[in-house]
């Protein structure tokens, strides 16, 4: 069983920055690919970045490319989520998933496995 739970969100103006954590149980990063998504009010949950299981490899949504950096502390058993140059339209309950893969090559939808509870983060412009 894999449990996620996430942390680090909060208000935050335009242009600041914050980092999301995401603690997980289990075999997380030596068995899945792990990721983040969002969901903004009125919006369907969209994919943010993944970090694959060896770590090696990393993949971000166009409208968060070069803003955004995912990582991992493997000794902790902890993915991250650094957020830089935030915008309004980056509002949003944030969620840590694992098992995150693109659900048909190249359709690029994502899902996964495990969910966290989600982390509210709030940009003001």
């Known amino acids: 069983q894999v449990q996620l739970v996430e942390s680090g969100g909060g208000l935050v103006q335009a242009g600041g920055s914050l980092r999301l954590s995401c603690a997980a149980s289990?075999?997380?990063?030596?068995?899945?690919?792990m990721g983040w998504f969002r969901q903004a009010p009125g919006k369907e949950r969209e994919f943010v970045a993944r970090?694959?299981?060896?770590?090696?490899?990393?993949f971000y949504a166009d409208s968060v490319q070069g803003r955004f950096t995912i990582s991992r502390d493997v000794v902790k058993n902890t993915m991250y989520l650094q957020m830089n140059s935030l915008k309004p339209e980056d509002t949003a309950v944030y969620y840590c998933?694992?098992?995150?893969?693109?659900?048909?090559?190249?359709?690029?939808?994502?899902?996964?496995?495990?969910w966290g509870q989600g982390t509210q983060v709030t940009v003001s412009s």
């Open positions: 998933a694992a098992g995150v893969r693109e659900y048909g090559l190249g359709s690029g939808r994502y899902v996964a496995d495990y």
């Open positions: 970090l694959s299981w060896t770590g090696s490899n990393r």
């Open positions: 289990g075999r997380t990063f030596s068995s899945y690919a």
